[in-house]
């Protein structure tokens, strides 16, 4: 199993910027990638961005050239993940869920806590 632990979340103005971070203990081997989903209210949850333990990302078109996700490089295996987060827009105000791909181990998805980011004037 995996444990994932996200910190950074908070209140930001327009423009603005935010790093989330999220570290996974456990069975580490696991894991194929880590990366964050958001949901707003009223809106169904949506992948926002995701590295894979060969450090390939992938972005959701609205955040591209905006968020950046990167991994901690000093070990082998995934245990933590950041996302910074610029010009931060309204429209990210959501719960940003950190997750991790536990195929390796031929299981599913597991999920942190939630972190709230609010975009407000």
């Known amino acids: 199993q995996v444990q994932l632990v996200e910190s950074g979340g908070g209140l930001v103005h327009p423009g603005g910027s935010l790093t989330l971070s999220c570290g996974a203990s456990?069975?580490?081997?696991?894991?194929?990638?880590m990366g964050w989903y958001r949901q707003a209210p009223g809106k169904e949850r949506e992948l926002v961005a995701e590295?894979?333990?060969?450090?390939?990302?992938?972005?959701?078109d609205s955040v591209k050239g905006r968020f950046t996700i990167s991994r901690d490089n000093a070990k082998n295996t995934m245990n933590k993940v950041y996302l910074q987060m610029n010009s931060l827009q309204f429209e990210d105000t959501a719960v940003y869920y950190c997750?991790?791909?536990?195929?390796?181990?031929?299981?599913?998805?597991?999920w942190g806590q939630g972190t709230q980011v609010t975009v407000s004037p």
């Open positions: 456990g069975n580490l081997f696991s894991i194929y990638s």
């Open positions: 590295i894979t333990t060969s450090s390939s990302t992938t972005y959701a």
């Open positions: 997750y991790a791909d536990a195929r390796f181990a031929y299981e599913g998805n597991y």
